[in-house]
Structures are given as structure tokens and as C-alpha cells.
């Protein structure tokens, strides 16, 4: 439920916990992992052999020791770490939201931090935060005004049945979040999809899954559609290996193509 955005919102938003993603879209994403370990090697095998053969020189490489400047500092993030975690993990036991949690986390680290604390609060992206607020207002308009049931009877029309319904759903949060930031679509879809489990008896659970697969997933297919392509990328080129859009794509997106599928049909199996 943690793992990307869109996740945290879909659990907040329709109130499911740590424990049914883990066993939910867990489980899907532990067997795609595989498909994608399977299709990596395949396409990089012949250069992963080749760096195999390249001797490493680990004197030369720098102790992980001399990064930690601060090892008090350091103690008290890696506590404040683990007891978000714990929070995170136990959060349906405990009854804390996880809005809760990451404020008391952003708390603990103020606190303990009370050096920095303006200038983490400096750091803060608040364009981002007023973004996200405007979203959840406009969303709520158009849900209050009915657009987002009219958007939800024209999918379950041309739907047909269920197994397209999921497929349209999956499909459609692929792609787009594959060139649009996921988490303003993954907001949108949630009353959509509300609406869909209402208006034909489909299960929600089953629709929140494959919206989150969906939307997790979808970003992997361009550099810049998820912090952590962007951040790969911009670390690859530092060390001095380009990875330019093109290259990036023709390796990504057959990957994003597989995941998708797979995903698809697991979900058919599991829950059709």
C-alpha cells in the first residue's frame, strides 16, 4: 500500500489495508517479478556475461562507513525508519490512517532534527501540496455534479462484461499513467470505478486492484513518468551511461507490455 501513490491513495480512499495489497497486488507483483527477472536476462545476457569477465578493483571503490557523517543523526533516521514501517505495516491494527503516520514521522524528524527543521520546511514542495488539494476539489465537483457516473456508464457500456471491463481499466491506466502523472488519474478513477462496482454488481476489491496494477505499472514505460525511472536515469548518466528515450522505450516497453498482460490474467484467474 505504500509502495507508490497512487496505492496510498486507493487504500485511504476506499479503505483497504497494508495486509490486502500485500496479498492482493503482492502476490501479482511477486509472479510478474519473475517474468520480468526472465525477460531482462534475456535481452541482457550477453552483456552481463561480458561484464562478469571485467575484474573489479574493490580498493578503489569507497567505504560505505565514510558517507555517515553524522552517526547520531544517522541512528536516530534509521529508528524514525523502522517505526514508520512498523506504523505503516500495522496501521489497520492500530487505527491510524497513513496520512497520520507520515505526519507523525515528518514530526519525529523535525523534532530530532530541530537544527534543519526551517530548512526542511523551506524544502518543502508546497506548489505540489496546493496541486494536489485543487485535484481532490475538482474531483469532488465533478463527482457532485455526475460527470464522473456518466464517464463510468459509458465504460460499462462498451464494456460489455466484466473481463473487458477489467481489461479497459488496466489498459487504459497503463497508458495513460504511462505519459501522465498517475496519482491525479489514479484520484479520478476512484469514484469511476465506485460507480461501475455499484451500478453492475461488479466486485470494487477487483477494480481497486487492477486500477492500482494498472497505475503502479503504467509509469515504467517512459523515463519520466515515476521518480525512480527519473532518478535511475539521471544516476546512469553521472557514471557516464546515456540512457536516451529511444533505447529506454524499446527495452521498457515490451516489459511494461508483459507486466500488464500478465497481470491482466491473473487477475482473471483469481478473481473471475
Not at 525512480?228 to 528515450?245: D, L, M, P
Request: aromatic letters at 10%.
Amino acid at each position: 500500500m505504500c509502495g507508490d501513490p497512487p496505492n496510498i491513495i486507493i487504500g485511504t480512499s476506499l479503505g483497504y489495508s497494508f495486509t490486502d495489497f500485500v496479498t492482493n497486488t503482492g502476490v501479482i507483483a511477486a509472479v510478474c517479478l519473475i517474468a520480468v527477472l526472465v525477460y531482462f536476462y534475456l535481452i541482457f545476457h550477453r552483456e552481463l556475461k561480458a561484464d562478469a569477465s571485467k575484474p573489479v578493483d574493490y580498493s578503489s571503490l569507497p567505504s560505505p562507513e565514510s558517507t555517515i557523517t553524522d552517526k547520531k543523526g544517522f541512528a536516530m533516521s534509521c529508528v524514525i525508519f523502522a517505526s514508520a514501517i512498523v506504523l505503516l505495516v500495522t496501521h489497520a491494527q492500530t487505527g491510524l490512517t497513513v496520512s497520520t503516520i507520515g505526519c507523525l514521522v515528518a514530526a519525529a524528524t523535525l523534532l530530532t532534527s530541530w537544527k534543519y527543521a526551517i530548512l526542511l520546511l523551506k524544502k518543502v514542495d508546497y506548489k505540489t501540496l496546493l496541486f494536489f488539494i485543487g485535484l481532490f476539489v475538482v474531483i469532488g465537483g465533478l463527482e457532485q455534479a455526475g460527470i464522473l457516473e456518466i464517464m463510468a456508464g459509458f465504460i460499462g457500456k462498451i464494456s460489455g462484461n466484466v473481463m473487458v471491463m477489467v481489461a479497459i481499466i488496466i489498459w487504459l491506466s497503463a497508458v495513460v499513467s504511462a505519459f501522465v502523472d498517475n496519482i491525479p488519474f489514479a484520484t479520478t478513477m476512484i469514484p469511476i470505478i465506485k460507480s461501475l462496482s455499484a451500478a453492475y454488481g461488479v466486485d470494487l476489491s477487483m477494480l481497486s486492484w487492477t486500477l492500482a496494477m494498472g497505475t503502479d505499472i503504467g509509469g515504467s514505460a517512459t523515463p519520466i513518468d515515476a521518480s525512480a525511472n527519473v532518478v535511475g536515469v539521471a544516476t546512469a548518466s553521472r557514471e557516464g551511461y546515456v540512457i536516451k528515450w529511444g533505447l529506454y522505450c524499446k527495452k521498457m516497453m515490451p516489459a511494461t507490455v508483459i507486466v500488464v498482460l500478465l497481470s491482466m490474467l491473473l487477475i482473471y484467474f483469481r478473481y473471475l
